[in-house]
């Protein structure tokens, strides 16, 4: 659980930052690229590490794992798919270092 806590705290940084990058009028996409990256990934690996921990409670229908589990999943694929994230963050990276980004 720990782990999951300190997953949480940093996507919650990495949001921050993107949320003062657009506050100060800025493009922001170069943070929060990054920041729906690493959100959805602590948000699937935490819900299963929450589920793993209750064991067999885990998989009750009483809890809501299997909906958040499912949701954190979908997080993955909505405003572009992780790897779409990562072709962002290239682009932006090589676009900052005057490099052809093609």
Do not use: W
């Not at 209750?54 to 589990?69: K, V, Y």
């Not at 997080?75 to 963050?89: K, R």
């Amino acid at each position: 659980l720990a782990d999951v806590a300190a997953g949480l705290e940093a996507a919650r940084l990495l949001t921050y930052q993107a949320a003062t990058a657009l506050d100060r009028g800025e493009s922001a996409i170069m943070e929060a690229a990054p920041a729906k990256k690493f959100a959805s990934r602590v948000a699937l690996t935490g819900v299963s590490q929450c589920m793993q921990v209750m064991g067999a409670d885990g998989l009750r229908t009483e809890n809501p794992f299997a909906r958040h589990l499912a949701m954190a999943k979908m997080t993955q694929y909505m405003d572009g798919a992780t790897e779409i994230q990562n072709i962002v963050i290239i682009r932006t990276l090589l676009k900052e270092h005057g490099l052809d980004v093609g």
